[in-house]
T-cell receptor, first 112, second 115 residues
Framework: KNQVEQSPQSLIILEGKNCTLQ??????????LRWYKQDTGRGPVSLTI?????NTKSNGRYTATLDADTKQSSLHITASQLSDSASYIC???????????FGAGTRLAVHP | GAGVSQTPSNKVTEKGKYVELRCDPI?????LYWYRQSLGQGPEFLIY????????DSGLPNDRFFAVRPEGSVSTLKIQRTERGDSAVYLC?????????????FGEGSRLTVL
Protein backbone atom coordinates (compact mmCIF):
# COMPACT_ATOMS: atom_id res chain seq x y z
CA LYS A 1 0.00 0.00 0.00
CA ASN A 2 1.35 3.43 -0.92
CA GLN A 3 1.77 5.60 2.14
CA VAL A 4 3.14 8.99 3.06
CA GLU A 5 3.70 9.61 6.74
CA GLN A 6 4.66 12.91 8.30
CA SER A 7 6.06 13.92 11.66
CA PRO A 8 5.54 15.62 13.94
CA GLN A 9 1.76 15.90 13.71
CA SER A 10 1.95 19.40 15.16
CA LEU A 11 4.69 21.78 16.22
CA ILE A 12 4.88 25.07 18.09
CA ILE A 13 7.93 27.30 17.76
CA LEU A 14 8.84 30.88 18.57
CA GLU A 15 9.19 33.48 15.87
CA GLY A 16 12.73 33.58 14.49
CA LYS A 17 13.51 29.96 15.32
CA ASN A 18 14.24 27.20 12.81
CA CYS A 19 12.37 23.94 12.46
CA THR A 20 12.46 20.74 10.43
CA LEU A 21 9.49 18.70 9.29
CA GLN A 22 9.81 15.05 8.27
CA UNK A 23 8.20 12.94 5.57
CA UNK A 24 8.65 9.18 5.07
CA UNK A 25 7.09 7.42 2.11
CA UNK A 26 6.72 3.93 0.75
CA UNK A 27 5.42 4.90 -2.68
CA UNK A 28 6.98 2.90 -5.50
CA UNK A 29 7.76 3.58 -8.25
CA UNK A 30 8.57 7.13 -7.34
CA UNK A 31 8.54 10.11 -9.70
CA UNK A 32 8.83 13.18 -7.56
CA LEU A 33 7.85 14.75 -4.27
CA ARG A 34 6.37 18.11 -3.43
CA TRP A 35 5.87 20.06 -0.25
CA TYR A 36 2.67 22.06 -0.07
CA LYS A 37 1.73 24.81 2.39
CA GLN A 38 -1.91 25.07 3.41
CA ASP A 39 -3.07 28.11 5.32
CA THR A 40 -6.18 27.67 7.46
CA GLY A 41 -9.28 27.76 5.29
CA ARG A 42 -7.31 27.86 2.05
CA GLY A 43 -6.26 25.35 -0.57
CA PRO A 44 -2.71 23.93 -0.56
CA VAL A 45 -0.01 25.82 -2.45
CA SER A 46 3.14 24.16 -3.79
CA LEU A 47 6.41 25.23 -2.14
CA THR A 48 8.95 23.04 -3.85
CA ILE A 49 9.39 19.94 -6.00
CA UNK A 50 12.05 17.26 -5.64
CA UNK A 51 12.79 14.68 -8.32
CA UNK A 52 14.40 11.37 -7.38
CA UNK A 53 17.83 12.62 -8.50
CA UNK A 54 17.80 15.77 -6.38
CA ASN A 55 19.06 15.95 -2.79
CA THR A 56 18.41 19.54 -1.79
CA LYS A 57 16.36 22.41 -3.08
CA SER A 58 15.77 25.83 -1.57
CA ASN A 59 12.95 28.32 -1.98
CA GLY A 60 13.70 31.37 0.13
CA ARG A 61 13.63 30.36 3.79
CA TYR A 62 12.39 26.88 2.89
CA THR A 63 14.87 24.08 2.14
CA ALA A 64 13.72 20.62 1.14
CA THR A 65 15.91 17.54 1.19
CA LEU A 66 15.33 14.12 -0.31
CA ASP A 67 16.98 10.77 0.28
CA ALA A 68 15.50 8.45 -2.34
CA ASP A 69 17.37 5.45 -0.90
CA THR A 70 15.79 5.71 2.53
CA LYS A 71 12.59 7.27 1.12
CA GLN A 72 12.74 10.26 3.40
CA SER A 73 12.27 13.97 2.82
CA SER A 74 12.50 16.94 5.12
CA LEU A 75 11.42 20.55 4.97
CA HIS A 76 13.57 22.99 6.92
CA ILE A 77 12.23 26.44 7.70
CA THR A 78 14.76 29.07 8.66
CA ALA A 79 14.09 32.19 10.75
CA SER A 80 10.40 31.43 11.09
CA GLN A 81 7.80 34.13 10.72
CA LEU A 82 4.26 34.36 12.03
CA SER A 83 3.03 33.88 8.47
CA ASP A 84 4.66 30.45 8.39
CA SER A 85 1.86 29.20 10.64
CA ALA A 86 0.08 26.65 8.45
CA SER A 87 -0.12 22.97 7.64
CA TYR A 88 2.74 21.58 5.59
CA ILE A 89 1.81 18.61 3.45
CA CYS A 90 4.21 16.18 1.83
CA UNK A 91 2.91 14.88 -1.51
CA UNK A 92 4.42 12.01 -3.45
CA UNK A 93 3.78 11.45 -7.14
CA UNK A 94 4.07 7.82 -8.28
CA UNK A 95 5.97 7.23 -11.48
CA UNK A 96 4.00 8.00 -14.64
CA UNK A 97 0.73 8.64 -12.87
CA UNK A 98 -1.33 11.65 -11.99
CA UNK A 99 -2.78 10.46 -8.69
CA UNK A 100 -0.94 12.36 -5.99
CA UNK A 101 -0.54 10.73 -2.60
CA PHE A 102 -0.88 13.18 0.26
CA GLY A 103 0.45 12.92 3.78
CA ALA A 104 -1.72 14.08 6.68
CA GLY A 105 0.43 17.17 7.15
CA THR A 106 2.28 18.83 10.00
CA ARG A 107 0.47 21.70 11.63
CA LEU A 108 3.00 24.43 12.47
CA ALA A 109 2.22 27.31 14.81
CA VAL A 110 4.71 30.17 15.08
CA HIS A 111 4.23 32.26 18.20
CA PRO A 112 5.60 35.78 18.80
CA GLY B 1 -9.90 33.52 -14.11
CA ALA B 2 -6.64 33.94 -12.31
CA GLY B 3 -7.14 30.99 -10.01
CA VAL B 4 -9.36 28.01 -9.33
CA SER B 5 -12.76 29.14 -8.16
CA GLN B 6 -15.11 27.00 -6.07
CA THR B 7 -18.69 27.64 -5.09
CA PRO B 8 -20.29 27.63 -2.66
CA SER B 9 -17.58 28.28 -0.09
CA ASN B 10 -19.86 26.88 2.60
CA LYS B 11 -22.86 24.60 2.36
CA VAL B 12 -25.00 23.36 5.22
CA THR B 13 -27.57 20.73 4.38
CA GLU B 14 -29.69 18.10 6.03
CA LYS B 15 -29.09 14.40 5.89
CA GLY B 16 -30.66 12.87 2.80
CA LYS B 17 -30.52 16.00 0.68
CA TYR B 18 -28.81 16.45 -2.69
CA VAL B 19 -25.80 18.75 -3.03
CA GLU B 20 -23.86 20.17 -5.98
CA LEU B 21 -20.42 21.72 -5.67
CA ARG B 22 -18.96 23.70 -8.54
CA CYS B 23 -15.35 24.16 -9.67
CA ASP B 24 -14.09 26.63 -12.27
CA PRO B 25 -10.46 25.73 -13.10
CA ILE B 26 -7.66 27.93 -14.35
CA UNK B 27 -8.20 28.79 -17.99
CA UNK B 28 -6.34 26.41 -20.27
CA UNK B 29 -5.84 23.70 -17.65
CA UNK B 30 -7.20 20.48 -19.09
CA UNK B 31 -6.66 18.34 -15.98
CA LEU B 32 -9.08 18.76 -13.09
CA TYR B 33 -9.15 16.96 -9.75
CA TRP B 34 -11.54 16.65 -6.85
CA TYR B 35 -10.25 15.91 -3.36
CA ARG B 36 -11.95 15.61 0.01
CA GLN B 37 -10.25 16.80 3.18
CA SER B 38 -11.38 15.99 6.69
CA LEU B 39 -10.20 17.96 9.70
CA GLY B 40 -6.54 17.29 10.49
CA GLN B 41 -6.04 15.10 7.44
CA GLY B 42 -4.45 15.52 4.05
CA PRO B 43 -6.60 15.70 0.92
CA GLU B 44 -8.07 12.39 -0.21
CA PHE B 45 -8.35 11.77 -3.95
CA LEU B 46 -11.84 11.45 -5.41
CA ILE B 47 -11.72 11.83 -9.19
CA TYR B 48 -9.49 13.12 -11.98
CA UNK B 49 -10.66 14.53 -15.33
CA UNK B 50 -8.57 14.90 -18.44
CA UNK B 51 -10.68 17.10 -20.67
CA UNK B 52 -14.31 16.03 -20.52
CA UNK B 53 -13.70 12.46 -19.47
CA UNK B 54 -13.10 11.01 -16.04
CA UNK B 55 -9.67 9.41 -16.38
CA UNK B 56 -9.74 8.01 -12.87
CA ASP B 57 -12.76 7.89 -10.58
CA SER B 58 -11.41 5.24 -8.24
CA GLY B 59 -11.53 7.58 -5.25
CA LEU B 60 -15.27 8.14 -5.29
CA PRO B 61 -16.45 6.43 -2.08
CA ASN B 62 -19.75 5.07 -3.40
CA ASP B 63 -22.41 5.57 -6.04
CA ARG B 64 -23.89 8.53 -4.20
CA PHE B 65 -20.97 10.58 -5.51
CA PHE B 66 -20.77 11.63 -9.13
CA ALA B 67 -18.87 14.32 -11.04
CA VAL B 68 -19.18 15.79 -14.50
CA ARG B 69 -17.19 18.11 -16.70
CA PRO B 70 -19.32 18.33 -19.85
CA GLU B 71 -17.35 20.99 -21.74
CA GLY B 72 -13.89 20.29 -20.40
CA SER B 73 -13.81 23.33 -18.17
CA VAL B 74 -16.23 23.77 -15.25
CA SER B 75 -16.87 20.66 -13.18
CA THR B 76 -19.67 19.80 -10.78
CA LEU B 77 -19.40 17.29 -7.95
CA LYS B 78 -22.79 15.86 -7.11
CA ILE B 79 -23.64 14.09 -3.87
CA GLN B 80 -26.97 12.31 -3.50
CA ARG B 81 -28.69 11.36 -0.24
CA THR B 82 -26.04 13.10 1.83
CA GLU B 83 -24.88 11.50 5.07
CA ARG B 84 -23.25 13.09 8.10
CA GLY B 85 -20.01 11.35 7.18
CA ASP B 86 -19.90 13.35 3.96
CA SER B 87 -19.10 16.48 5.98
CA ALA B 88 -15.68 17.71 4.86
CA VAL B 89 -13.95 20.32 2.75
CA TYR B 90 -14.14 19.44 -0.93
CA LEU B 91 -11.12 20.76 -2.80
CA CYS B 92 -10.85 21.20 -6.54
CA UNK B 93 -7.52 21.53 -8.33
CA UNK B 94 -6.39 21.94 -11.90
CA UNK B 95 -3.15 21.47 -13.78
CA UNK B 96 -1.77 21.67 -17.27
CA UNK B 97 -2.33 18.60 -19.40
CA UNK B 98 0.14 15.78 -19.59
CA UNK B 99 2.44 16.71 -16.76
CA UNK B 100 3.31 14.35 -13.95
CA UNK B 101 5.16 16.77 -11.74
CA UNK B 102 2.31 17.06 -9.29
CA UNK B 103 1.91 20.81 -9.38
CA UNK B 104 -1.76 21.27 -8.77
CA UNK B 105 -3.41 24.63 -8.30
CA PHE B 106 -6.08 24.35 -5.67
CA GLY B 107 -9.20 26.34 -5.03
CA GLU B 108 -10.13 27.40 -1.52
CA GLY B 109 -12.57 24.55 -1.15
CA SER B 110 -16.25 24.08 -0.43
CA ARG B 111 -16.96 23.26 3.18
CA LEU B 112 -19.91 20.85 3.36
CA THR B 113 -21.71 20.27 6.64
CA VAL B 114 -24.42 17.62 6.77
CA LEU B 115 -26.65 17.93 9.81
Amino acid sequence: KNQVEQSPQSLIILEGKNCTLQCNYTVSPFSNLRWYKQDTGRGPVSLTIMTFSENTKSNGRYTATLDADTKQSSLHITASQLSDSASYICVVIPGGYNKLIFGAGTRLAVHP
Amino acid sequence: GAGVSQTPSNKVTEKGKYVELRCDPISGHTALYWYRQSLGQGPEFLIYFQGTGAADDSGLPNDRFFAVRPEGSVSTLKIQRTERGDSAVYLCASSRSGQHTGELFFGEGSRLTVL
